[in-house]
Nanobody
Framework: QVQLVESGGGLVQPGGSLRLSCAAS????????MGWYRQAPGKGRELVAT???????NYADSVKDRFTISRDNANNTVYLQMNSLKPEDTAVYYC???????????WGQGTQVTVSS
């Protein structure tokens, strides 16, 4: 069984920055893409960014040029650097891990990000 532990959420003013981290542990093998999704109040969960095992990123249009996803394969950790944060970025952010066949292995418990003055 795989567990994902997230950290780094919080309250930040518009224009500020936060860095989210997510570490995977447990029975990890055939690991694939890692990524971040978010869910705002009253809305569905949406993709924020994903990154392949080779480091190729993919971003939602709403976060391009503001967010950067990266991963440390040796430690099974994925990061999300969020800059120029906007109030519309407020949401619970979830880490996701897929296996080599693009199947979901695990979700994190979620970390709250609030952008407000």
């Amino acid at each position: 069984q795989v567990q994902l532990v997230e950290s780094g959420g919080g309250l930040v003013q518009p224009g500020g920055s936060l860095r989210l981290s997510c570490a995977a542990s447990g029975s990890i093998f055939s690991i694939g893409a890692m990524g971040w999704y978010r869910q705002a109040p009253g809305k569905g969960r949406e993709l924020v960014a994903t990154i392949t095992t080779r480091g190729s990123p993919n971003y939602a249009d709403s976060v391009k040029d503001r967010f950067t996803i990266s991963r440390d394969n040796a430690n099974n950790t994925v990061y999300l650097q969020m800059n120029s944060l906007k109030p519309e970025d407020t949401a619970v952010y979830y880490c996701n891990l897929k296996n080599a066949w693009f199947q979901n292995l695990a979700w994190g418990q979620g970390t709250q990000v609030t952008v407000s003055s």
